[in-house]
């Protein structure tokens, strides 16, 4: 079965981190751009991060230089580093995979998410 499998969230106080994990089985990663977006209760569903087939990232405005996004091919999961977060950063966080590069559409199923909560 191919999936994406996203993990790592949690509660956490502002300033804290998290790391998210984005495990794929049934496939494998190595020929995919892997993106984050997140969904905040009452709002659209919004990119975070993508990284390339080749590792080339990009972020929103609204995390750059806070989150940074990596893969490790060999374990077949792109990670999601969160650093000082802010309450803002609260949603529920998905995964998604499409070919190559981060441009273009991205799938219209998604899976179950992990959510972030960050509160004092």
């Known amino acids: 079965q191919v999936q994406l499998v996203e993990s790592g969230g949690g509660l956490v106080q502002p300033g804290g981190s998290l790391r998210l994990s984005c495990a794929a089985s049934?496939?494998?990663?190595?020929?995919?751009?892997i993106g984050w977006f997140r969904q905040a209760p009452g709002k659209e569903r919004e990119g975070v991060s993508c990284?390339?087939?080749?590792?080339?990232?990009n972020y929103a405005d609204s995390v750059e230089g806070r989150f940074t996004v990596s893969r490790d091919n060999a374990k077949n999961t792109v990670y999601l580093q969160m650093n000082s977060l802010k309450p803002e950063d609260t949603a529920v966080y998905y995964c998604?995979?499409?070919?190559?590069?981060?441009?273009?559409?991205?799938?219209?199923?998604w899976g179950r998410g992990t959510q972030v909560t960050v509160s004092s």
């Open positions: 998604a995979a499409r070919p190559k590069s981060c441009s273009g559409s991205w799938p219209s199923s």
């Open positions: 049934g496939f494998t990663l190595d020929y995919y751009a």
């Open positions: 990284i390339s087939m080749t590792g080339r990232t």
